[in-house]
């Protein structure tokens, strides 16, 4: 009896062990360095995982393969792969998901070959320096979920934390020039104009102008004006410089000259107005010694010569009081 109870315990070992598919990891590729992770930092990891085909099977159709991984934003990518041929490939978003032995189980013949191309993506979560994580764990579970005990059914990658993400410090943004229009002018203390608009006297610096043409004056008592069309450059100062020519006096003269013949025509010397004033009982020439005087009073303080000094402008004033006197006496 006690043998027969030996025997049947052998038997359901036997049983286990045929039915149980070992597999192991042909190839592995790691984007990071596992016993030096940073804390969101970018990982991930490619592996080949050949199973072995035992007892007409490469893998138990009522078992399951798990797949779990401590990263964050995990995806998952799995290739199922038998004799070099794409037989599945499917995602998974999920931390642990399973694989069932239904798409891993293959009958045809003894030499098949059944491999999983398996690839997870995910970043390091934010925990405390010092962190072991599972990177990758893959393994195989029995119809009930229990792991099959042997260590060439379970594959683990871990990784250790040892430093904490450190954002870039941003570069400071330069400040960009500012947009500066200079004036000066020779003589200084010119009344300057942009467009039509007055922004004060030279030298006349004005800052944050738009970039663009605009039209400048500059304009100076007693001197030609000078106008000119800018073309204002961003983020540089334009310095521009202009230089008044000055008028000459005489050139004011003709047109005091004009009018001062002007007056003289009409009270002094015109044949129209002589000959009305004459036809009145003689007094025709009575009233020019006034006005000559007046005239000659004007043209000499608009002659364009020197200003007269304050006694020849006394006795001249003085001069005008007598002709006005005598005026009234006739």
């Not at 596992?34 to 991930?44: A, F, I, K, Q, Y």
């Not at 738009?210 to 001197?223: D, F, Y």
């Not at 005091?256 to 025709?284: H, P």
């Amino acid at each position: 009896m006690e043998y027969i109870g030996l025997l049947a315990f052998i038997l359901l070992i036997a049983g286990v062990a045929t039915s149980a598919s070992a597999f192991h990891i042909e190839r592995e590729q790691i984007s990071a360095a596992p016993d030096s992770l940073t804390t969101r930092e970018n990982v991930t990891i490619s592996e080949l995982i050949r199973f072995e085909y035992l007892n007409g099977s490469t893998f138990p159709e009522n078992h399951f393969v798990r797949c779990r991984s401590d990263l964050d934003e995990v995806r998952w990518t799995y290739e199922v792969m038998v004799d070099g041929d794409l037989r599945l490939r499917e995602t998974n978003k999920d931390p642990s998901f399973s694989i069932s032995g239904f798409v891993l189980s293959y009958h045809e013949h003894a030499g098949q070959s059944m491999k999983i191309n398996l690839t997870v993506e995910g970043r390091v979560p934010e925990k405390p320096v010092g962190t072991e994580i599972t990177l990758l764990k893959v393994w195989q579970v029995d119809p009930t979920g229990a792991p099959l005990p042997e260590s060439h059914y379970t594959y683990l990658k871990e990784g250790r934390i040892t430093k904490k993400f450190m954002p870039p410090t941003p570069e400071p943004t330069p400040t960009p020039a500012p947009t500066i229009l200079s004036i000066s002018s020779m003589p200084e203390g010119a009344l300057v104009f942009v467009d039509d608009r007055v922004e004060g006297t030279t030298p006349c610096t004005i800052r944050d102008i738009g970039a663009g043409e605009h039209t400048v004056s500059v304009n100076l008592t007693g001197h030609h004006i000078w106008s000119s069309s800018i073309d204002v450059e961003g983020s540089r100062t334009t310095r521009i410089s202009a230089i008044l020519q000055q008028v000459p006096k005489e050139e004011g003269i003709p047109v005091i000259g004009g009018v001062i013949e002007t007056v003289a025509g009409v009270f002094s010397g015109g044949d129209d107005e002589r000959a009305g004033l004459e036809g009145e009982e003689g007094k025709g020439d009575e009233g020019i010694p006034v006005i000559g005087g007046v005239i000659e009073f004007i043209t000499g303080f608009f002659s364009g010569e020197d200003e007269p000094a304050e006694g020849d402008m006394d006795e001249r004033l003085a001069r005008l009081a007598e002709l006005e006197i005598e005026d009234d006496s006739d």
